[in-house]
């Protein structure tokens, strides 16, 4: 399933207009991308934690020369699965 498919399933189960649907699917990636910008967290009881995972600097090898290269710190988007949402794919 795409964003498409997404936005049209939304459409369809709450009986309101594609680009209603549009506006909310992209309002609920817009709210959780900028809890997670902000280094916060989103909980969605029964379907996942949304967080940010800190990773350090450190160093790796180019595969193709193996020269050492620095890898800088960086801010990983994190997702955890709750136990419905589990349930619900096993």
Known sequence: MNKNDLISQVASD?????ADATKAVDSVF????GALGQGGE????GFGTFSVSHRKA???R???????????ASNQPKFKAG???KDAVN
Not at 30 to 33: F, G, P, V, Y
Request: net charge positive.
């Open 14 to 18: 709450a009986g309101i207009t594609k």
């Open 30 to 33: 817009d709210n959780i991308a």
């Open 42 to 45: 989103v909980r969605l009881v």
């Open 58 to 60: 450190t160093t790796g």
């Open 62 to 72: 180019n595969p193709r020369t193996g020269e050492a290269i620095q890898i800088k």
């Open 83 to 85: 136990k419905a949402l």
